[in-house]
């Protein structure tokens, strides 16, 4: 019998793969403004990150046109910079996410809104995203154009999944003149938050994040080395490591 690391990996093989397919944009299409979606976000999201999503629904009209704006201007890598590609995609996996929960509002928990086996047919799997004649699903833009393309493993802190334990929903869109500082702020709110990792000099408890996706926060240097950048407590080399339940209800205050 497979084991089931080996099944998530040839998955993720696989939807790669499928990934390569999409075909390049070379138009001569300009990067496009997120003012909208940075006044949504003002709106409904709070500090700490929890979201009103009745308050999405009454701005559904406002959502929509931002959606429509993204679906109308797929990033051209011959004319969009590096940052100006990822804080479209950024931007359009928390805004599509957004629209994918109010049109099941209310529900306890994105995974209530479809149930399968990880990474081949879950809610992150349904292909309801339309961006330039071509048809998406949340782990097409996370793990077939995010991770690979861009190899930046403060992305994980910027994608929000809808669910108490992933990283905040900030209240601010993500820009290419600001992104560095955005990532930066990103990594240090969720690594340094008591109720997403656990820190100190001898042991960490962390968010299972560190553990789904160790490989691309090993590839500078080992998982600690990478937290104890942004984190206020430096955790020995030789601290204890374990994982935290992932708390997958819907980041809305009850």
């Known amino acids: 019998m497979l084991s089931r690391s080996l ?3 040839i998955a993720l093989l696989s939807l790669f793969l499928g990934s390569c397919k999409v ?4 138009s001569a299409s300009t990067p496009i403004n997120h003012q909208v979606w940075d006044e949504l976000l ?6 700490d990150g929890w979201v009103n999503y009745p308050g999405f629904i009454r701005d559904s009209a406002r959502l929509n046109q931002y959606l429509a704006t993204l679906s109308q201007a797929h990033p051209n890598p011959a004319n ?5 590609q990822m804080a479209y995609w950024i931007n359009a996996y928390n805004a599509f996410t957004v629209q994918l929960i109010i049109r099941h509002y209310p529900v306890a928990s994105i995974k209530d809104i479809k149930r399968g086996i990880p990474f081949v047919n879950t809610v992150w799997d349904l292909k309801f995203i339309q961006i330039e004649g071509a048809t998406y699903d949340l782990n097409n833009l996370e793990h077939g154009i995010l991770r ?9 802190f910027a994608l929000n999944c809808a669910s108490v334990s992933c990283p905040k929903l900030q209240n601010h869109a993500f820009t290419a003149n600001n992104l560095n500082q955005q990532l930066d702020q990103a990594a240090r709110e969720f690594i340094n938050d008591p109720s997403r990792n656990r820190l100190t000099k001898d042991a960490a408890s962390l968010s299972m994040i560190f553990n789904w996706y160790g490989g691309d926060f090993k590839k500078e240097a080992p998982v600690l080395d990478f937290i104890n950048r942004y984190s206020t407590v430096k955790i020995k080399a030789d601290a204890k490591v374990d ?3 992932y708390d997958w209800n819907l980041n809305e205050k009850r």
């Open 7 to 9: 099944v998530v990996t």
């Open 42 to 47: 003002q709106a409904h999201v709070d500090t």
């Open 23 to 26: 075909r390049d944009y070379t």
């Open 148 to 156: 690979p393309k861009f190899a930046e493993p403060r992305v994980h």
């Open 80 to 84: 969009w910079t590096r940052e100006e």
């Open 243 to 245: 994982y935290l339940d």
